[in-house]
């Protein structure tokens, strides 16, 4: 079993810089990808990236690609998601996951996931 838990949600304006934080326990994290999803309110679940836990390889989704960046720190069993240039749009509930099987760009691959942080920004 793996929890994660994320942190670092919050209430920005819009042009304004938010880090995100992902802790997992239980079982290491360090063999397979860790992704960022968010969700809007009425909205389906969307990739913002992944992130290779062993070879540090990363990818994002069009939306954010030149904004966001996800870094990890294996000792810590911990990814992050660094969001710059925050715009209203990027207002969601914010989602780490792991364990993905099959495509990790798609959030039914996933085996496990965090509760979600919101981020809000304003215009």
């Known amino acids: 079993q793996v929890q994660l838990v994320e942190s670092g949600g919050g209430l920005v304006q819009a042009g304004d810089s938010l880090r995100l934080s992902c802790a997992a326990s239980?079982?290491?994290?360090?063999?397979?990808?860790m992704g960022w999803f968010r969700q809007a309110p009425g909205k389906e679940r969307d990739f913002v990236g992944a992130?290779?836990?062993?070879?540090?390889?990363?990818y994002y989704g069009a939306s954010v690609k030149g904004r966001f960046t996800i870094s990890r720190d294996v000792a810590k069993n911990t990814v992050y998601l660094q969001m710059n240039s925050l715009k209203p749009e990027d207002t969601a509930v914010y989602y780490c996951?792991?364990?993905?099987?099959?495509?990790?760009?798609?959030?039914?691959?996933?085996?496990?996931w965090g509760q979600g942080t919101q981020v809000t920004v304003s215009s």
């Open positions: 996951a792991a364990d993905p099987s099959g495509n990790s760009r798609y959030p039914e691959a996933y085996k496990y």
């Open positions: 992130i290779s836990m062993s070879s540090g390889t990363r």
């Open positions: 239980g079982r290491t994290v360090s063999s397979y990808p």
